[in-house]
């Protein structure tokens, strides 16, 4: 099977009361194709130069795929914007920020190629099961694309105050999707670690090299290596990302750990994500089904308050896959970046499903499954799809 074979395989249109009744904050819908939010954002700052602090936005969508999504600007121009792979519509003004929880949700439209036929059908039942019984909400691999080939995460250094190791693993460490100038800037850290002013020298000008420039003027005046002030000059989307992704991890943990204790392992079917081993489950009665989706686990940080039992149990159980402990979940600087807090659904259900069996234009003697479907906000449509495939 072939998910995103096009950008067109692959919509998502962002879905949203938020009220547009006046006010200082300008508010736009951003539409995109084959480009991520953060892109969009940091050219939008670029053509406007406005402070990225005065941006907002909900979450971030899919890259490799055609996307809407609402973003405000704090005094942002009153017009449109449009770039070869992205345009901005202005829509009106708001008493304050768009964010994360003005989401109601997300509309998906997605292919799926390159099936037999046997295949296609199976996922078409398997689509009828997961509207009865609900899909697991695991974080899905987009949330883990900071996660370089040494499987470690940044988040958990900087938890523990290891700056120089959280550094070397945002600058340094190789991943499968870098591009050839990333490749080479990324091996003229590891080959020139701890000596800045080589580093600083065999750059190009890039966000890695501003980083190298901090600590090469350290070096220069005789000073230690500031890696804790020099990872605070990682922007604070990036580092964002960062606690996301190993929050998200362990959320995931919590989850799989959750299914093991509700579902027999005859009904369980193990899949691989980013994150790490986790389960699907496949026949599961209306009861089974109905648990699981009354289900919410905590979003686990040290400012999760949970009396003695066994959600507290499941929490600690994961953290400690990382060798931590809840307390150290947390950052002490820079003091502009926290993990999420609040709760997140076990199970989700899909809504407004529709389905269609077609003929594959790309692919000769194949077919294609298009479906369309709506998930609750943070949801991956791409889980659904892991769903159909794998769990038969």
């Known amino acids: 099977m072939k998910l995103k074979r096009l950008p067109e395989d692959f919509i998502v249109e962002e879905l949203s009361s938020f009220p547009i009744t006046g006010g200082p904050f300008a508010v736009y819908r951003l539409s995109k194709r084959s480009l991520g939010t953060p892109e969009a954002i940091n050219a939008i700052v670029e053509r406007w130069n406005v402070p990225r602090k005065r941006i907002s936005?909900?979450?971030?969508?899919?890259?490799h795929a055609e996307t809407t999504q609402f973003i405000t600007v704090q005094n942002g121009p009153r017009k449109h914007f449009e770039q070869r792979s992205f345009s901005l519509e202005y829509l009106g003004q708001a008493e304050r920020h768009f964010n994360a929880t003005d989401i109601d949700?997300?509309?998906?439209?997605?292919?799926?190629?390159?099936?037999?036929?046997?295949?296609?059908?199976?996922?078409?039942?398997?689509?009828?099961?997961?509207?009865?019984?609900?899909?697991?909400n695991y974080f899905d691999d987009q949330r883990f694309g900071s996660l370089g080939f040494s499987r470690e995460w940044i988040g958990k250094y900087w938890c523990q105050g290891n700056y120089e190791r959280a550094l070397w693993l945002a600058l340094a460490d190789a991943h499968p999707d870098d591009r050839?100038?990333?490749?080479?800037?990324?091996?003229?850290?590891?080959?020139?670690w701890g000596r800045w002013a080589e580093?600083?020298?065999?750059l190009s000008r890039s966000h890695r090299r501003s980083v190298v420039t901090y600590l090469a003027d350290k070096e220069s005046s005789g000073k230690t290596p500031d890696?804790?002030?020099?990872?605070?000059?990682?922007s604070i989307d990036l580092r964002g990302l960062y606690l996301s992704a190993f929050q998200s991890a362990i959320w995931n943990r919590m989850l799989s750990q959750s299914v093991t204790g509700a579902v027999p392992?005859?009904?369980?079917?193990p899949v691989e994500l980013e994150s790490g081993p986790c389960w699907f489950v496949r026949d599961v009665s209306d009861e089974e089904a109905q648990s699981l989706r009354?289900?919410?686990?905590?979003l686990p940080s040290a400012r999760l308050?949970?009396?003695?039992?066994?959600?507290?149990?499941?929490?600690?159980?994961?953290?400690?896959?990382?060798?931590?402990?809840?307390?150290?979940?947390?950052?002490?600087?820079?003091?502009?970046?926290?993990?999420?807090k609040g709760s997140r659904a076990a199970f989700i259900s899909l809504t407004d499903l529709q389905t269609r069996l077609e003929d594959d234009e790309l692919y000769p003697r194949c077919h294609k499954v298009k479906l369309s479907f709506s998930l609750p906000r943070g949801s991956y449509a791409t889980i659904v799809v892991k769903r159909l495939t794998t769990a038969r």
């Open 294 to 298: 009354d289900l919410q686990l905590p």
């Open 57 to 63: 936005y909900g979450g971030l969508k899919d890259k």
């Open 180 to 192: 050839s100038d990333e490749k080479r800037e990324k091996q003229i850290l590891r080959d020139h």
């Open 305 to 340: 308050k949970l009396e003695p039992g066994p959600m507290l149990d499941l929490v600690n159980q994961a953290v400690a896959t990382e060798g931590l402990e809840l307390r150290e979940l947390r950052v002490k600087y820079p003091r502009d970046s926290f993990f999420s």
């Open 227 to 234: 890696f804790r002030g020099a990872f605070a000059c990682l």
């Open 199 to 202: 580093c600083k020298a065999a």
């Open 105 to 136: 949700g997300n509309r998906f439209g997605l292919v799926m190629r390159d099936m037999t036929k046997t295949e296609a059908e199976a996922a078409l039942t398997a689509a009828q099961e997961v509207v009865r019984s609900g899909v697991p």
């Open 265 to 269: 392992e005859s009904r369980r079917v």
